[in-house]
């Protein structure tokens, strides 16, 4: 009976990648319905500490927090947190096709990414990495409160208060652009229901994005920007 190779063991000599080789990754927020996911081509010679910054442009965070990855029972990370620190290559790891491993970022939230290895390809003539080739779904706003808190409040951004929000914009544009009446503007009480329905719509805005741009990602690689969030910020 033909046995087939474990993605997740260690390879052997004959199998070992070659020097100068891409990595092709799905990486896939878990606990999140519609999926929010992203695909990136990195070099085997970018360390995980250069990973981590390549998937917080990938995914829209701002690496505010600590981080890790956990590969073959190994935790690899923010030294705040006692892992082995994140200096490995990906190309030390050897990974095969299908492979998989975890990362996380942002230990309180906990916001869990799955990594698979869909691919590996040579360095391209006049290619440039990272990039991202595909995804769907926006990032989820820091300090939302991790998977469960952002779910429920974006339920909340797409209930009736919601609507009653917007009925008070929409009426209030109606009465003073459309119709001229200027003595809206002199109500105090009008006033301060309108800001607040603004206010309120401006907190909603993060949590009913959908959108992704992988035009915008690739910018962020273009200008560096993974090799600034490579390194945490604030706790």
């Not at 070992?16 to 695909?39: C, D, E, F, N």
């Not at 805005?205 to 560096?224: L, M, T, W, Y």
Request: charged residues 30%; hydrophobic residues 35%; contains cysteine.
């Amino acid at each position: 009976m033909l046995k087939l190779p474990n993605p997740d063991m260690p390879p052997t000599s004959s199998s070992l990648p070659h020097a100068g080789s891409i990595l092709q990754l799905k990486i896939r927020l878990l606990g999140l319905s519609p999926m929010v996911w992203r695909r990136v081509l990195v070099p085997e010679s970018y360390s995980l500490r250069e990973l981590h910054g390549v998937f917080q442009v990938a995914m829209g965070w701002e690496s505010l927090h600590l981080f890790e990855f956990r590969i073959r029972a190994v935790r690899y990370g923010s030294p705040e947190i006692c892992t082995e620190p994140p200096d490995k290559t990906l190309g030390s790891f050897g990974f095969r096709k299908n492979a998989k491993f975890a990362y996380v970022y942002d230990m309180g939230d906990w916001w869990e990414h799955e990594i698979r290895v869909e691919d590996r390809e040579v360095v391209r003539e006049r290619g440039r990495y990272p990039v991202c080739i595909g995804g769907a779904g926006a990032c989820p706003p820091e300090d939302c409160g991790g998977p469960d808190r952002y779910l429920d409040r974006r339920d909340d951004a797409l209930g009736m208060d919601t609507m009653d929000d917007l009925a008070t914009m929409a009426e209030f544009v109606e009465q003073v652009v459309l119709n001229g009446d200027r003595a809206m503007l002199d109500d105090e009480d009008t006033r301060r229901a309108v800001e607040g329905a603004i206010d309120r719509s401006r907190a909603r805005a993060p949590f009913i994005a959908c959108r992704f741009s992988r035009r915008d990602v690739n910018k962020n690689f273009h200008q560096e920007e993974h090799r600034r969030l490579m390194h945490q910020w604030f706790i």
